[in-house]
């Protein structure tokens, strides 16, 4: 705010300055633009260059502000679709690390339990009926038969 005051002042020195050199120049002046030529005090020269060089200053001025605006209204938008990605986006890592979390407390649990069912294979005789035992580990024929039907013939 304090700088919109200090340029409403600068602008009110300005137009001061320029009224009082208009009002010491009242002599009548010839002024050719293109075909035209006229005569024409010199107060109403300056005042007229001042208002057309406000105008055409004005003009640019809005110009650049309908384009920020405009810019800004895409920008926002532009925000908000990222803002909203970004949630997706949290939202997927937040439910990918339950699952980890998840997976990491199932795997824990079955290696717990599953050590004393896996920790110790006993590739030697099994014992298929009285007195008969067979050779049982990996090549061999009863692993060859157990396997087939997962990994197809090998």
């Known amino acids: 705010m304090k700088r919109m005051h200090i340029y409403l002042i600068v602008s009110l020195v ?20 293109l075909f035209w030529n006229v005569e024409i005090s010199l107060v109403l020269v300056i005042l007229g260059s001042m208002f057309f060089g406000v105008l055409v200053t004005s003009l640019f001025d809005l110009f650049q502000r309908t384009r920020k605006g405009i810019d800004h209204k895409t920008l926002v938008k532009q925000v908000d679709q990222l803002a909203s990605d970004n949630d997706g986006l949290k939202k997927a890592l937040e439910e990918q690390r339950l699952l980890a979390e998840q997976n990491k407390g199932a795997s824990a ?21 009285p007195g008969a035992s067979k050779p049982v580990g990996p090549g061999s024929a009863s692993d060859k038969q157990a396997t087939s039907g997962y990994y197809g013939n090998q």
Not at 109 to 121: I, K, L, P, R, Y
């Open 14 to 33: 300005f137009a001061l300055l320029v009224a009082f050199f208009a009002v010491q120049n009242v002599e009548p002046v010839s002024v050719a633009f």
């Open 109 to 129: 649990a079955a290696a717990s339990t599953g050590a004393a069912n896996t920790g110790a294979v006993n590739y030697g005789a099994v014992n298929t009926g």
